[in-house]
């Protein structure tokens, strides 16, 4: 139906849309519900696509083959959210919206039966959208300066900052008066009405600032512009504002989602740079709403536990807590033809968004099946569905989408904490429990073969998908390390190479001393997908493996390599 904001970059994009979040019945709940409606049980279906095997031998596809095994099941921690559920979608999670003024116009008591509004939405009242047993997740529209009552300005003494690209401005919520009012109303929501312990909630957005309520420092920079905010008042409100909302949620932090990212656009340099991981730290959970802008500034990501490496691959630490599979790591997937961006290859942007999202280990994901392109690409989107929220342990399957992209964020002549990052601001692969490994023989080169640039904004950069080997420079194939915890719990698998099919000759899959079948290029300049058998074990008994070109045959380019627990 509609479209949620988007967190800041360089590249402003204004969502002017005007949504309506409309109440399924209109039985209101009780004020205090003891008994909330028990939700229906989480989305389990399996893949909606045959899986593509090899039987002994090998297989070829044209395309991509996004295809997952009949065994393969969502995450119980995981899902696609949208303004509206969509049942055929997978959708099954919708929003339950207010402003700060529509449910405390005064203060004191909340008013369940107002309505309300905030950027171009109308709202309506909190009984009537809590109604029916539904899944939902929340958002409290609280900074700006026609969401918030009347009265908190006058009762803190404060002014007003903006106004930001949508032309709101906004209350500053790092004033303790402010910050005490706005803890009040979330503990009378969510604490005193039971909405923190209540199963249909899945998760809340906070703290409710700045435009689409989603914290950038464009207000802080105002207010820090006109004077009135230096970094030692805002650090003495930051240090402590998540761990209050934490204590407050108590045994249901792992609802909370901090909607601030990591190296923000702020008025404090390197003092705020890593300031969003004391979010995380306190137990809340974590969101982007731009992964859109795969490229960009996403690869140094500390909030996510994801870092660059001398080398230039991404390394993730997935043992962070906000990786325990009980909090909410999020990003927003919709913004393609829309949101002020165009672009004329959504696939191509759609399967490097979702690989990004992925790769920073999401487990839920804003889409609107439209935009989102949901009907042109299904299979793509089943098996994003079917991945979100997946450890080592329990994940279908393990991939590297082999490539070379500009970070522009890092482009300048500020290495940060990156001096010993060589090929900067060239990022290589992302990579999921699967790394490729240059190695003597098998070091993979940039690949001219598919060259994408400033797609959607310059920020964005070149991105170089695919890599290739060198014959005459004596790398004849590409080496993988499969992640160890992956490999011992997997069974049968397969190994899946997205290809280029240019040149003369073929490949083969080897692992240990067992090699597969010969892969047979045709040389039509096609891209496909070979699936080949590995046999029973073997990549548990040894999590390496190569891809190895023939003897007197072309180099060969190659784009996405994935290995699949077939079991």
């Known amino acids: 139906m509609g479209h949620a904001g988007r967190s800041s970059s360089r590249a402003r994009r204004a969502c002017a849309v005007v949504l309506v979040a409309v109440g399924l019945v209109t039985a209101c709940a009780s004020p205090e519900p003891s008994a909330p409606p028990t939700p ?6 399996g893949p909606a696509f045959d899986f593509l095997d090899a039987g002994d031998g090998v297989e070829i596809r044209d395309g991509d083959d996004w295809s997952m095994p009949s065994s393969s099941r969502p995450a119980a921690n995981s899902g696609f959210f949208s303004e509206e559920a969509s049942a055929d979608d997978h959708v099954f999670t919708r929003s339950v919206d207010l402003s700060w003024r529509q449910i405390q116009p005064s203060d ?24 029916g047993p539904d899944r939902f997740w929340m958002r ?147 969101r982007n709403g731009i992964t859109e802008m795969f490229n960009f500034h996403l690869s140094e990501a500390p909030a996510y536990g994801s870092h660059i490496l001398p080398n230039g691959h991404l390394s993730l630490d997935d043992t962070l807590l906000v990786h325990d599979g009980s909090r909410i790591v999020a990003t927003e997937n919709e913004c393609y033809n829309d949101c002020g961006y165009e672009t004329d290859d959504p696939y191509y942007a759609v399967r490097q968004s979702n690989l990004k999202a992925l790769q920073l280990r999401t487990n839920w994901i804003y889409v609107v099946p439209e935009p989102s392109y949901f009907a042109e690409y299904p299979e793509h989107w089943d098996w994003v569905r079917l991945s979100m929220g997946a450890t080592a342990e329990t994940s279908t399957d393990a991939w ?51 060259v994408h ?90 999590p390496a493996f190569r891809i190895s070109l023939a003897p007197d045959t072309d180099d060969l380019t190659a784009r996405f390599v994935r290995v699949v627990d077939a079991e």
């Open 40 to 45: 229906p049980a989480p989305n389990s279906d």
């Open 453 to 542: 640039a400033d797609v959607f904004d310059a920020d964005n950069g070149t991105a170089h998908e695919g890599l290739t080997t060198d014959v005459t420079g004596g790398d004849t194939g590409f080496a993988f390390e499969l992640d160890p915890r992956f490999a011992a719990a997997s069974g049968t698998c397969v190994v899946k190479v997205t290809y280029l099919d240019a040149g003369n000759g073929g490949f083969t899959v080897d692992v240990g001393d067992w090699s597969s079948p010969l892969v047979e290029r045709t040389g039509d300049g096609e891209w496909k997908t070979a699936t080949v058998a590995v046999p029973p074990g073997a990549l548990a008994d040894d």
């Open 140 to 286: 409290i529209f609280a900074s700006g300066e026609s969401w918030a009552p009347e009265w908190v300005a006058e009762d803190c003494g404060v002014a007003t900052y903006g106004p930001d690209y949508d032309g709101e401005r906004h209350l500053p919520i790092w004033d303790e008066c402010v910050w005490g009012h706005l803890l009040d109303t979330y503990k009378r929501v969510f604490v005193d009405g039971g909405l923190a312990a209540d199963p249909r909630l899945a998760f809340v957005y906070v703290p409710g600032a700045f435009t689409w309520a989603e914290y950038d420092y464009e207000m802080v920079t105002a207010a820090v512009d006109a004077g009135d905010l230096d970094m030692e008042t805002y650090l003495a409100w930051y240090d402590h504002a998540w761990t209050d909302l934490a204590d407050l949620f108590g045994e249901h932090t792992n609802k909370l989602v901090f909607t601030g990212e990591d190296y923000p656009f702020g008025p404090f340099g390197a003092d705020d740079d890593l300031l969003t991981a004391q979010a995380v730290d306190a137990g809340l959970g974590i």
């Open 108 to 131: 004191g008591d909340l008013d369940r039966t107002a309505s309300g509004k905030a950027q171009g939405m109308a709202f309506d009242s909190l009984d009537d959208q809590l109604a």
């Open 400 to 450: 590297a989408a082999l490539r070379d992209a500009e970070d522009t964020y890092w482009a300048g002549d500020e290495a940060g904490p990156f001096e010993s990052w060589a090929s900067r601001p060239w990022v290589r692969n992302l990579e999921r429990w699967l790394v490729q490994v240059d190695e003597p023989g098998s070091v993979a080169h940039r690949s001219d073969a598919d």
